[in-house]
Every structure is written in C-alpha cells, then in structure tokens.
C-alpha cells in the first residue's frame, strides 16, 4: 500500500512565524504535491514537484514556498504566517500516472 | 479556464436506496477523470480514472461513467459506511506533471 504520511496532524501558530509543514511518501514515487482544502473553495494546488530539486508553482503559490532535496520528503514553508493561511494542507504522491494521487492524512493549521 | 463543477453539494439517502452525483466539466481536451472519496479528518482516497467517453468503471456498490461533458458516479444499494465526500477532478490535456483542477465535492450521507 502507498503511504503518504504528514508531520502532524494539527498545528497552531502564532501570525508571522514560520512554518514548516512536511510529508513523507515511501513508493519512490517522482511527483509530489501540496494542496489546501477550504470549505466552499475545494482542494487548491500551492506546489508541485516532479523531480528532486525541481518545483512549478500551482495555483496558490503566494505566501509559501517548498523544498524537495530527497525524493520521498516535500516540504511546505509559510515564511512568515497569516490568519488566511489557516486551513487543512493535504500533501500527495504521484508515479508513473502522476494524476493518480495518493493523500496523506492532511494537516490542519491554525493561524492566530 | 478548467471547471470542474459537482451536482448536488449534499445528499441524504435511506440504505438501499439508490442515487448517483454529477461532475460537469469544461476543461481543454480531457486527459483523464478521476474520482476520490474523503472520509472526514483524512485525505481523499482515489477511486476511479476515465479516459475517455463511454468508459466505465465499478468498485463495490460504485460505478463511474463518462460522457464528453459529464461523468456519474452511481451508487447502488448504498450503506452508512458509504458516507463521505466525493470528489471530482479532471486534467486537461497537456496540463503538466498531474495537474488535476478539482470540483467541490458532494457530501454523502447514507442513512440507516
């Protein structure tokens, strides 16, 4: 089974702190991703990756960057958080057939 | 603009009683459709991808199917622990490295 695990499950930070959100995944898979998922908006891309050291911006990117230095763990950086950057982060994992993702358990960030 | 648009937002069901939920998309030249089922708390789960118009798939008491504008998810025989979210997404051909535009979701709740 793939497994895609996330670094914790709920995090609450204080506004202009920096955070950082990771992900693991173990199927040596070469693309990997991370969304956001607010209520009435869906899942939005921040950031993809499809190699190590390689990132393309999604659809959100302002406010965060990412770092992927080995192939199983992308990271996920607020430089400096924001209240509006409170959500639930869900990264995911893609092979071969990148459009077939695996999720992990998401992690929910609370931004005061 | 790729627009994936999920019909209803929420649906309550008896056990046994049979439904299915909407995608409509308009995205440029479809590469594939992809369902997810998200469980509260947790990451979508993947369930299905269409290729191409007439294409059909089936797991348990679900079965997807795709039209040139559309894609059903017919639930049959439903039971509570087919409650969740379901999403939809797509990817437009020539989108890089997975990029899958996602609908709202419906909200499935099967009740005993």
């Known amino acids: 089974d793939v497994k895609v695990t996330q670094s914790s499950r709920y995090l609450v930070k204080r506004t202009g702190e920096k955070v950082f959100l990771e992900c693991v995944q173990d199927m040596d898979h070469e693309n990997m991703f991370w969304y956001r998922q607010d209520p009435g908006l869906g899942l939005r891309l921040i950031y993809f990756s499809y190699d190590v050291k390689m990132k393309e911006k999604g659809d959100i990117p302002e406010g965060y960057s990412v770092s992927r230095e080995k192939k199983e763990r992308f990271s996920l950086i607020l430089e400096s958080a924001s209240t509006n950057q409170t959500s639930m982060y869900l990264c995911?994992?893609?092979?071969?057939?990148?459009?077939?993702?695996?999720f992990g358990p998401g992690t929910r960030l609370l931004v005061l | 603009e790729d627009q994936v648009t999920q019909s209803p937002e929420a649906l309550r069901l008896q056990e046994g009683e049979s439904s299915s939920l909407n995608c409509s998309y308009t995205?440029?030249?479809?590469?594939?459709l992809f369902w997810y089922r998200q469980d509260p708390g947790k990451g979508p789960e993947f369930l299905f991808t269409?290729?191409?118009a007439g294409e059909e798939k089936e797991k348990e008491r679900l079965k997807a199917t795709l039209t040139k504008k559309e894609s059903f998810l017919h639930i049959t025989a439903p039971k509570p622990e087919d409650s969740a979210t379901y999403l939809c997404a797509a990817v437009a051909g020539g989108t890089s490295y997975g990029k899958l535009t996602f609908g709202q979701g419906t909200i499935l709740t099967v009740h005993p």
């Open positions: 995911a994992s893609g092979g071969t057939s990148p459009e077939t993702q695996y």
């Open positions: 995205v440029s030249g479809l590469r594939g």
């Open positions: 269409l290729y191409s």
